[in-house]
């Protein structure tokens, strides 16, 4: 598969600095982000979000690229306004301009490097493989496809790989998270541009993900409040078994509420600040294998 | 020294969650926060700033206290009317209702459990001396104290305890920086009570503090926008010596900067997300021993 045209997008979430720096390097630094079999494009995504240090200011930019709303003029959001330009650079979705998205994203979660794979075919499976060959404790979390449009600034594009780094609080600058997502991002470029020559590297027969099962709310009193926290033994506890009858939970007056399903979990984004005003906790996922 | 009100605030900054949770974990349990010989009086400090999961909405409501400030009727920003609803309860400064306030704060920097002392009396550091006896791995945090009016919230009654607890996101709860803070405000008050009823506990001659030297800033380019990151070696190592030719920050291009003062110093504050604005990287603090 060729790859004509990548984009780099930075700073979707106003909070993220990651991506917003790593932009201003390389605008220094042209030759990083540059590979011969292809054009490479820096796209900062939600400038005034930067400015103001939110991760929004109307709507949360990474949720307005459905189709419907791309092309409803009546949606005149500031995210709103602002997908419909980037739609317009690197789309449009109909039609694209662009091949491939890469999109920077941290976590307050321990995540480490995770790459994340909504679908994905083959080409897909084995970059993340690449990349996972060269940062052995990269983690792959898979959504699988279930059909129909998807709201995410990556769906502009055929093709696209999401990077989640933490954890790291919102509104700081990591110098190792910095690192880690250049790396990512160099290592992303080098296999796009080896398959476009026909050098694809060689892989495993199979690769190890973490299938996307569902998300866990925080107990809420009558009241609608959050009133439980994390369970130590659950914090910073990413991609780690959890088994029916582990701490979940402990509420604020110190009660402790167990995980119950049979089924062992692979918890991720676990207390994730970004999910708070959703009242989401922690995901679940299961740990698979697929071919490659 | 006889105190007879005690004010325990929490949520002063609206993304500091631990002292809001904590505050609703008293109200179910009033009892952890009773003391025979004075009042206790639970105090949220910025409910709008909470809801709108903002460390202010119109400025920042620990630098709202200064006399001159609470006295101008014609300061009307949200904080500014908030300071001056807190100084009717808890004070006015010039002749105060309550007599000691303790204030709960977190950051993303490395801090552990940190006592914030400005100025200080043989009252105050033989407090954080008690609390160090339980919690070894405490740190205090001492200011001089320059004379004149202080605009920190804390500085409405007499006599003051200042608590910041990380690292901890912003806008995240974390079970055991919540349970820190607890253990912390339990101590204090268990403080008060035994000095007031006469059994005050013993306690070594002199205990180690961290006296406030300067803020240092981030390297910021000619538009005055930060071009640099708080270097790896120094990340999260808050109160550990720091020498001359030790890395300190790395700029978005990889140029090493390192301390160059003779001097050792101990950073704390390191890389808080609060004083981006500011354009803030650390504070330096000289290691000194204090009788008690």
């Known amino acids: 598969m ?21 932009l201003r390097r390389w605008a220094s630094n042209p030759s990083e982000i540059t590979r011969e079999s292809f054009i490479t494009k820096p796209l900062w995504a939600n400038p005034k979000a930067f400015y103001e240090n939110k991760r929004y200011i109307d709507a949360d930019l990474n949720r307005c690229f459905f189709r419907t709303d791309l092309n409803n003029e009546a949606i005149h959001t500031y995210e709103g306004n602002r997908a419909k330009v980037i739609n317009a650079v690197l789309g449009p979705k109909e039609n694209p301009a662009f ?5 920077i994203h941290t976590t307050t979660s321990n995540m480490g490097v995770t790459l994340i794979l909504v679908g994905g075919d083959k080409y897909d499976l084995r970059l993340a493989a690449f990349i996972k060959s060269h940062v052995p ?5 898979y959504f699988k496809d279930q059909g129909g449009d998807h709201p995410y600034l990556t769906s502009v594009t ?3 790989l999401g990077l989640e780094i933490g954890p790291i609080p919102q509104g700081v600058l990591r ?3 910095f690192e880690q997502a250049n790396d990512a991002i160099r290592l992303t470029l080098d296999y796009i541009h080896r398959v476009n020559v026909g050098d694809e590297p060689e892989c495993d027969k199979e690769v190890e993900v973490f299938l996307h099962r569902n998300n866990l709310d925080f107990p809420v009193d009558a009241d609608g409040n959050i009133y439980a926290m994390i369970h130590r033994n659950l914090q910073g506890k990413d991609f780690t078994e959890l088994k029916k009858g582990d701490p979940m939970f402990i509420t604020i007056n110190g009660e402790v509420i167990t995980y119950d399903e049979e089924a062992i979990a ?6 994730e600040a970004a999910y708070y005003d959703k009242k989401i906790a922690l995901s679940l996922t299961d740990k698979i294998t697929m071919p490659l």
Chains 1, 2 share one sequence.
């Open 2 to 22: 060729k790859i004509n045209k990548v984009a780099i997008v930075g700073g979707t979430h106003g909070n993220v600095f990651t991506g917003t720096f790593l």
């Open 99 to 103: 091949d491939f998205t890469i999109d």
């Open 137 to 141: 404790d990269v983690n792959l979390y």
């Open 158 to 160: 055929p093709k696209r």
């Open 175 to 177: 110098h190792d998270v």
């Open 266 to 271: 692979y918890p991720v984004f676990i207390n």
